[in-house]
């Protein structure tokens, strides 16, 4: 096959590659960005606090549909009680994150201080939730909840020991089962 009969394939490969060279780096350029913005989500203080803070037996109450706080047990270590992304496949287990939403939306949406202290108490007393992550909107509602000022508070968001004057927080130990699902063992919740 002579030279000349070549390079029209040549002129082919040449042209595709000029055309998916660029295509790569977008998609690059395009990642970099998404990661960037995950990064740079507002939470970078409130997870060294949290990390700073973190014991054997902290359980954290975030807001459930917060989607900065999405990764904050994964970036923190530190087990949450219920968040919506991560949620579990195993019948019973689904029951038991319904039932953490519920309770943790009640604490969170409840139209009264009462029944917002309610909320608290049996989250304090049935799964011995130790922290409580407000977002500065809900604080106005939240302050008088608690015993004492904030662990930790930026424009964002306030972090509070989860003392409330009315339940004490029972102690548990990784990877007990607390209700239908484990805590601490990189299933749901732990």
């Known amino acids: 096959m002579a030279v000349s009969d070549r390079l029209p394939n040549r002129a082919l490969y040449l042209i595709g590659a000029l055309l998916i060279i660029p295509a790569i780096m977008s998609g690059i350029n395009s990642t970099k960005g998404k990661f960037k913005r995950y990064a740079n989500n507002g939470t970078e203080q409130l997870i060294?606090?949290?990390?700073?803070?973190?014991?054997?037996?902290?359980?954290?109450?975030?807001?459930?549909?917060?989607q900065r706080l999405y990764a904050f047990r994964l970036d923190t270590g530190i087990p949450i009680l219920v968040n919506w992304k991560s949620h579990p496949y195993k019948d019973t287990e689904v029951i038991e994150w319904h039932k953490r939403v519920g309770l943790a939306d009640d604490f969170y949406y409840s139209d009264t201080a009462t029944e917002r202290?309610?909320?608290?108490?049996?989250?304090?007393?049935?799964?011995?939730?130790?922290?409580?992550?407000?977002?500065?909107?809900?604080?106005?509602?939240?302050?008088?909840?608690?015993?004492?000022?904030?662990?930790?508070?930026?424009?964002?968001?306030?972090?509070?020991?989860?003392?409330?004057?009315?339940?004490?927080?029972?102690?548990?130990?990784?990877?007990?089962?607390?209700?239908?699902?484990?805590?601490?063992?990189?299933?749901?919740?732990?």
């Not at 049996?122 to 909107?137: M, R, S």
């Open 48 to 66: 060294q606090t949290a990390i700073a803070l973190a014991g054997q037996d902290n359980l954290i109450l975030l807001p459930v549909r917060d």
């Open 117 to 190: 202290r309610d909320a608290l108490t049996q989250l304090i007393a049935e799964y011995g939730v130790t922290h409580v992550i407000t977002t500065q909107k809900m604080d106005d509602q939240m302050a008088s909840l608690f015993a004492q000022k904030p662990v930790y508070q930026d424009e964002r968001y306030r972090l509070y020991e989860a003392r409330i004057g009315i339940a004490k927080p029972i102690l548990r130990k990784p990877d007990q089962q607390i209700g239908e699902m484990t805590i601490g063992t990189g299933r749901y919740g732990g």
